[in-house]
């Protein structure tokens, strides 16, 4: 007879096994970021990936771990892995407030002109945002005052096409006269790419707040069940110790 209860012990290697599945392909996606990373990611500015690498081994690490404790029923790697599901619940709140503090912060940056006129400065920033403008059928990230009156044509609205869709779902219709000593097209749209741009670095956000708050729960039950765990070996253990003195 198994130390731990065979229905928990199932389930506890089944959901580490599950996760390191998700580690394997975590590991696949790091190793396509890291072939992309000379071009787009030194590009932009961003940072290492040697911090998604170790999340992505760490996961399938941890995962492995669990799975060894589960199938030998070993209180030593039990507690081992109950320590890494602490550890692990704090990283992830932490990872996920961090989320929430950026997803404010680009709220900000983008409400600032001061800051956008910054970034308009940057040649390739403001190719990213003329192409953006195409797309999505707006002009300006907070005014169409952003350009300093020298309008691209991106910018330029047509009667047959003047609606701008959000992305949050619907369009938003409508063309307007250009400033007063402006250059560029005669009309412009109304609508802003601020508002645009915040609501999809928002639906992306709250994908990665789901995941870090997801795992931060799973790593609650995994605490939970590997402390349980402990204490039905712990249990059985003592139980066989006691025994031989019974019959002497």
């Excluded at 394997?24 to 071009?39: D, H, W």
């Excluded at 109950?82 to 940056?109: A, P, Q, W, Y």
């Amino acid at each position: 007879m198994g130390k731990i209860n065979g229905c928990l012990k199932c389930l506890f290697i089944f959901f580490n096994v599950l996760y390191a599945v998700l580690g394997c392909v975590l590991i696949f996606l790091m190793a396509k970021l890291t072939s992309m990373s000379n071009q787009k990611i030194a590009i932009t500015g961003s940072p290492s990936l040697g911090w998604g690498w170790l999340f992505a081994i760490g996961v399938f690490g941890v995962a492995g771990l669990g799975i060894y404790a589960g199938c030998c029923e070993n209180s030593i790697a039990l507690k081992i892995f109950s320590g890494f599901m602490g550890v692990g619940m704090i990283i992830m709140l932490i990872c996920g407030i961090i989320v929430v503090v950026g997803r404010n912060k680009v709220k900000e940056t983008l409400a600032s002109a001061e800051v956008i006129n910054f970034y308009l400065n940057n040649r390739s920033v403001r190719t990213i945002l003329e192409d953006f403008q195409t797309q999505a059928r707006c002009c300006g990230v907070t005014s169409v005052e952003d350009w300093d009156g020298n309008i691209p044509d991106s910018c330029e609205c047509r009667p047959e096409n003047g609606a701008a869709y959000l992305f949050s779902g619907g369009y938003v219709s409508g063309c307007k006269h250009k400033p007063q000593g402006a250059s560029g097209p005669s009309q412009v749209y109304k609508q802003t790419c601020g508002a645009l741009i915040f609501s999809q670095v928002n639906f992306l956000c709250q994908i990665v707040m789901g995941f870090f708050f997801g795992l931060a729960v799973t790593a609650v039950m995994g605490l939970l069940v590997s402390l349980l765990m402990i204490h039905q070996v712990r249990r059985h253990e003592t139980r066989e110790s006691s025994l031989p003195m019974r019959g002497y």
